[in-house]
Antibody, heavy 117, light 107 residues
Framework: VQLQESGPGLVKPSETLSLTCIVSGASINSHYWSWIRQSPGKGLEWIGHIFYTGSTTYNPSLKSRVTISVDRSKNQFFLRLTYVTTADTAVYYC????????????WGQGTLVAVSS | DIQMTQSPSSLSASVGDGVSLTCRASQGIDNYLNWYQQKPGEAPKLLIYAASSLQSGVPSRFSGSGSGTDFTLTITSLQPEDFATYYCQQSFSTPLTFGGGTRVEIK
């Protein structure tokens, strides 16, 4: 199982951060699929997940700005974070997990996203 | 949210030493507790899930114990590749939350 994040490394304040997680070696039609971020100031923070049924759960701290979606035909899932600020600068990871192992028994390598004008 | 508190925040040990890292949850989480190892520039790696189950491929010198609010990760006979930061994380309820980490350094 391999996961790979992709997306812009630089986003301007107030704009939208959009990332893709490309999944190989496993079908996205099972398990939980999460986004997690890590910044020096806040450690590891779970952003939210999408269950294979399509049900989503978000961290209340980000809920008003986050959308996680999936494209089953491409075996990919996505993160959209609106109205970003410098506080959203972090390494963003995607991960796959089950009920006990969520957010992840398999993680992507991570992608650094900087928010700056 | 469930708060996860790890102690110590860092420790120094030598190759061959045994160490124990602790994690406390702010409320009972049964055995929904995971341990991760992270090295600089890498993603976290799952070591232990369900408090005491060893993830496939992880060496048997790693073990986990505990239930409810108090948990322990034990590493017997530290190897050079074990020097890293270790995080606990609860999967009992959302939002999933992580501890602040314990950094294991070479003495």
């Amino acid at each position: 199982v391999q996961l790979q994040e992709s997306g812009p490394g630089l986003v301007k304040p107030s704009e939208t951060l959009s990332l893709t997680c490309i999944v190989s070696g496993a079908s996205i039609n099972s398990h939980y699929w999460s986004w997690i971020r890590q910044s020096p100031g806040k450690g590891l923070e779970w952003i939210g997940h999408i269950f294979y049924t399509g049900s989503t759960t978000y961290n209340p701290s980000l809920k008003s700005r986050v959308t996680i979606s999936v494209d089953r035909s491409k075996n990919q899932f996505f993160l959209r974070l609106t109205y970003v600020t410098t506080a959203d600068t972090a390494v963003y990871y995607c991960a796959r997990g089950a009920r006990y192992t969520q957010p992840g028994d398999y993680w992507g390598q991570g992608t650094l996203v900087a928010v700056s004008s | 949210d469930i708060q996860m508190t790890q102690s110590p925040s860092s420790l120094s040990a030598s190759v061959g030493d045994g160490v124990s890292l602790t994690c406390r949850a702010s409320q009972g989480i049964d055995n929904y507790l995971n341990w991760y190892q992270q090295k600089p520039g890498e993603a976290p790696k799952l070591l232990i899930y369900a408090a005491s189950s060893l993830q496939s491929g992880v060496p048997s010198r790693f073990s986990g114990s505990g239930s409810g609010t108090d948990f322990t990760l034990t590493i017997t006979s530290l190897q050079p590749e074990d020097f890293a930061t270790y995080y606990c994380q609860q999967s009992f309820s959302t939002p999933l939350t992580f501890g602040g980490g314990t950094r294991v350094e070479i003495k």
